[in-house]
């Protein structure tokens, strides 16, 4: 156990010698690390704040039926009742005729012209009609379909649905679900993209500081010391390299959240940027200090594996 603590003092003292034997280089280190973590970062922060909107636009949108007047509501539960067994089908709200009413009146309690005009109607103008919310966007062409395709007719063989809005609300739709689809795979290939220039300017770095330990590399080599007595202050530098900037990148994230506030809540409405970074801290430093220790071990480690095969 002893031996193990010694090990592990002179692995962090030769990582800590390594950092402040070439301050410049490592500052080099840092500063690439850093712009690189706060992109990903602040990447994150958008994305995820640009999914949750999206989120609740989703909530919001859905599907509406219209049924024929004088349907059987048996046959518009009947078909209720199917709907609510399509494993893409969330949600189904059935609002009948006098609730339609009912509604209408409320809405335009204050409109006089609108309550008269219907008291004048010898019927209620409304029709029955459900309101969908499926699983997916993606899901309402399905809904849609499976409506078309039911056979469901009335005591006279004539069709119950008279409109299905679909079909009206198709392109929002569309466009919708493409732009979540979009966004994400733009925003995963950025940051993977950043993360690979980032490994590769940190392993060719981490070059540059093994060879000014060259020197010692070669003593090591000769007493015959193991690869992993070699590797490991390399790794444990490369780690303390991404946890420094990890904490940098958090630092700097939130002047910048406050200061692009006004602009970001234009294209969210009243989701405040800065108060969204605050409320989401702890994931985002978890991930960033993983993923920048990650950065920095990895590239550290296959920068001195290289060098040592050569």
């Known amino acids: 156990m002893k031996s193990f603590s010694l090990l592990l003092r002179r692995i962090l003292?030769?990582?800590i010698s390594n950092i402040v034997r070439a301050p410049f280089v490592s500052f080099s280190v840092v500063l690439v690390m850093t712009v690189t973590l706060f992109i990903v970062g602040f990447s994150f922060l958008l994305?995820?704040?640009?999914?949750?909107?999206v989120d609740t636009l989703q909530t919001k949108v859905d599907t509406t039926v219209y049924f024929v007047k004088k349907t059987p509501e048996t046959q518009i539960l009947e078909l209720k009742k199917k709907?609510?067994?399509l494993s893409v089908v969330k949600e189904v709200e059935?609002?009948?005729?006098?609730q339609a009413l009912a509604d209408f009146q409320k809405r335009h309690s204050d409109?006089?012209?609108s309550i008269r005009g219907l008291e004048i109607l010898p019927d209620n103008p409304f029709s029955a009609r459900f309101s969908i919310k499926a699983k997916d966007t993606k899901d309402y062409e399905e809904i849609a379909q499976f409506l078309n395709n039911e056979d469901i007719t009335s005591a006279n063989k004539t069709t119950i649905i008279d409109k299905i809005d679909y079909y009206q609300n198709k392109e929002v739709i569309n466009r919708?679900?493409?732009a979540i689809s979009?966004?994400?795979i733009f925003a995963k290939l950025v940051v993977a993209l950043l993360i690979l220039i980032s490994c590769i300017i940190v392993f060719n770095i981490i070059r540059l500081i093994i060879y000014l330990s060259r020197d010692e590399i070669s003593v090591m080599n000769l007493i015959g010391a193991e690869n992993f007595y070699i590797e490991a202050p390399f790794v444990v530098s490369g780690g303390i390299y991404g946890a420094v900037s990890s904490i940098a990148a958090l630092i700097f994230l939130y002047p910048i959240s406050v200061w692009l506030a006004p602009v970001v809540g234009r294209?969210?409405?009243n989701e405040s940027f800065s108060a969204y970074y605050i409320s989401n801290f702890l994931v985002i430093m978890v991930v960033l200090i993983v993923l920048g220790v990650c950065i920095g071990a990895v590239s550290s480690w296959a920068s001195t594996r290289r060098y040592l095969k050569s």
């Open 13 to 15: 003292q030769t990582s």
């Open 47 to 53: 994305g995820n704040m640009a999914q949750d909107v």
């Open 83 to 85: 709907l609510e067994g």
């Open 94 to 98: 059935y609002i009948s005729q006098n």
């Open 111 to 113: 409109d006089l012209d």
């Open 176 to 178: 919708l679900t493409s």
């Open 182 to 184: 979009t966004t994400s």
């Open 267 to 269: 294209f969210f409405g």
